[in-house]
Antibody, heavy 116, light 114 residues
Framework: QVQLQESGPGLVKPSETLSLTCAVSGYSISSGNYWGWIRQPPGKGLEWIANIYHSGSTYYNTSLKSRVTISVDTSKNQFSLKLSSVTAADTAVYYC?????????WGQGTLVTVSS | DIVMTQSPDSLAVSLGERATINCKSSQSLLYSSNSKNYLAWFQQKPGQPPKLLISWASTRESGVPDRFSGSGSGTDFTLTINSLQAEDVAVYYCQQYYNTPALTFGGGTKVEIK
């Protein structure tokens, strides 16, 4: 069973860069699948952010592409998200997930608040 | 981008009755080479991550009660909850993966008890 766990600061200042890491257990990232991030602003719906394949190929939501970087570290079996120039609109629960097309496995999510 | 539109935004159903949620995509999710619809349904309860219920439009995940069923093809899909139980109160989302790895979700449908 694939398990995912997000980690990172819960508070980020406006204009700074949000950085999150997702540790994967129960499955080797190098074995395949897509890995990625989804966010959910408080009281709102789900928004896909980005995916990465174990080979390093990346795919971004066009609305966020200019500010997002996703990367993978197969040696640590984890992947990461960076979102630059954050504003209050980026306040959300950020989920990491494993994808088999659909989002098959999810982390518990981590709330990131953008505030000074 | 494929746009996913869910309806209604919310619905209240009596215990034991049927709940029906609709999901419409801006383009067909039916891949002709394998005749599969690239559509999934999720259930999200407060404070929890979404849980995968159904993939390929109608394939229930292991452990999902059989009162949950998915149907539809092409651009129009339905999630049906037969004999609604109290534990089914949640927000339900559809997700297309036809354009995988680029994905989009519907806006969600909140199901409550009448």
């Amino acid at each position: 069973q694939v398990q995912l766990q997000e980690s990172g600061p819960g508070l980020v200042k406006p204009s700074e860069t949000l950085s999150l890491t997702c540790a994967v257990s129960g499955y080797s990232i190098s074995s395949g699948n897509y890995w990625g991030w989804i966010r959910q602003p408080p009281g709102k719906g789900l928004e896909w952010i980005a995916n990465i394949y174990h080979s390093g190929s990346t795919y971004y939501n066009t609305s966020l592409k200019s500010r997002v970087t996703i990367s993978v570290d197969t040696s640590k079996n984890q992947f990461s998200l960076k979102l630059s120039s954050v504003t209050a609109a980026d306040t959300a629960v950020y989920y990491c997930a494993s994808f088999e097309g659909y989002a098959a496995y999810w982390g518990q999510g981590t709330l990131v608040t953008v505030s000074s | 981008d494929i746009v996913m539109t869910q309806s209604p935004d919310s619905l209240a159903v009596s215990l034991g009755e049927r709940a029906t949620i609709n999901c419409k995509s801006s383009q067909s999710l039916l891949y002709s080479s394998n005749s599969k619809n690239y559509l999934a349904w999720f259930q999200q309860k407060p404070g929890q991550p979404p849980k995968l219920l159904i993939s390929w439009a109608s394939t229930r995940e292991s452990g999902v009660p059989d009162r949950f069923s998915g149907s539809g093809s092409g651009t129009d899909f339905t999630l049906t909850i037969n004999s609604l139980q109290a534990e089914d109160v949640a927000v339900y989302y559809c997700q297309q993966y036809y354009n995988t790895p680029a994905l989009t979700f519907g806006g969600g449908t909140k199901v409550e008890i009448k």
